[in-house]
């Protein structure tokens, strides 16, 4: 789709300078510009390419005046980066701007849906489904019995939807992404095989809320596995049956959490972090990336290390355990002063 540098002037309250009929359909570093291409200049480090830049269409602060000559049209706003970030979600907004069904699709009895709903070719929705407003289902993606979604939610290509999950407003589940798998039940029998537990719980995901790719969110045994407003879930992720995780926690890629472990709010949590089963950490914790935790953490703590302890004593204990040889090399000496 083509924008002409009105348009964007007027999306973004800017003044335009130069052609106002100039169209561009693509983004572009300011270094690599192109003809049909749109940049910003915010950062003075990279002034000097604007003279240079090949970029149709570049958003720049009111306060620059250009040096020499220039051939891009300029947008002038109150602060480039803000509104090219801006520009950036009208975008995506206008990109995901779908809606109607698309064959071949299953939708089963009972389902229930809201306005301007999007289903892609190839997607399934179980019986008695309810779907509010706004809804994005990208191709490819299973919706099981009995699941509710909430407005303006997307689920792209792939995302599969276990029965029972109940899913809030303006949630994000990208592709790969499964919610409600059944959790990690089994249990020994006298022949030393295992049986399994049923897992007959559910999963909530409440507003806001964003799923990384391939992340799996098992369903509780009993009860709910719970994601809180707000929740930010990377690729690549575990989260076992029957946790809770807190509102505005962040989750780097390749972290695993145990079963039933509770998760406090506005916690950030390091990429490739362990977290044992039945302990509870507190509300602002810090985990480093690569950390083992296993046991619980109380409110405010910055953690690091396998397993992990308190951030400060790990960074001094790693300035020794880096010495070590040296230290032993002292130790030796001192023994020998003393035979």
Known sequence: ?????????????????????????????????????????????????????????????????PESEITTTLIKVDDAYKAFSKLLEYYNQVKLMKSGIEQPSVISENVTYGTDLYLGSFCYLGKNVKIGNNVKIYPNTFVGDNVTIGDNCILFAGVRVYS????????????????????????????????????????????????GACTTIDRATLGSTIIKRGVKLDNQIQIAHNVVIGENTVIASQTGVAGSTKIGKNCIIGGQVGIVGHITIGNNVRIQAQSGVGKSIPDGEAVQGSPALGYSDFNKSYVHFRNLPKIVSDIEDLKKGNE
Not at 32 to 52: C, H, R, V
Not at 177 to 183: K, L, R, T, V, W
């Open 164 to 211: 029972e999950t109940e899913i809030g407003n303006n949630c994000t589940f990208h592709s790969g992404a499964i919610i409600g798998s059944d959790g990690f039940g089994f249990a020994p029998n006298e022949n030393g095989e295992y049986n399994k537990v049923p897992q007959i719980g559910n999963v909530i995901i409440e507003d806001n809320v964003d799923i």
């Open 1 to 65: 789709m083509k924008f002409t540098a009105a348009q964007i002037a007027g999306i973004l309250e800017g003044d335009v300078v130069g052609n106002p009929g100039a169209e561009v359909y693509k983004l572009a570093k300011i270094e690599e510009g192109t003809d049909g291409s749109l940049t910003f200049l915010a950062n003075p480090k990279y002034q000097s390419y604007i003279y240079s830049t090949k970029a149709t269409i570049t958003i720049v602060n009111r306060t620059f005046e």
